[in-house]
């Protein structure tokens, strides 16, 4: 992707909270798994690493996740974006975004991914992009099983909100503008 004329476009699917059901995972992978360059688990999996519902998933840890050796954090850098994923658990996100905030600053993440809260939201802070994809099996809030394709293209950032077994939830599609290096 790296010195490319024209940046493609990629698409990341991004998941969270499955809490030890990988018929889940599973059934999310053979419907969208094709399609994603990235696939995201944002923790709280309660599945061992070499699990096979997660195996093909980057997945960080959970405060549930008490099998395997996922990483507390993880950074990926596609088409010259930083994409921070954590669980939310070590920055207090069910009462704050600023100890998330601070960190994606500090390692200049253009595009942050977690979870912890099991409540869907996208929002633009400060020129940094902040996603949970909900739960797909405790969701808060709402009672839709949600998940989100991440698709990077021209500038932009496409969230596409699906429902577990439901497909999109169109009324939800959101976009972004990224930060001009994108």
Known sequence: ???SATKRCVRFLIVSDSHGSGELLEGIEKCHGQDADLMIHCGDSELAE???AIKNFRSVRGNCDFLGN???EDLHVINGLKIFVTHGHLYSVKSTLGNLFYKAKELRADIVCFGHSHILGAEMVDDVLFINPGSI???RTRKERT???LE???GKA????HDYGNGEMAELRQEFTLPKNA
Do not use: N
């Open 1 to 3: 992707m790296k010195g």
């Open 50 to 52: 070499d699990d096979g």
């Open 70 to 72: 996922f990483p507390d």
């Open 137 to 139: 099996r405790l969701p």
């Open 147 to 149: 998940y989100v394709i």
């Open 152 to 154: 990077l293209k021209d």
């Open 158 to 161: 496409i969230l596409q909100i």
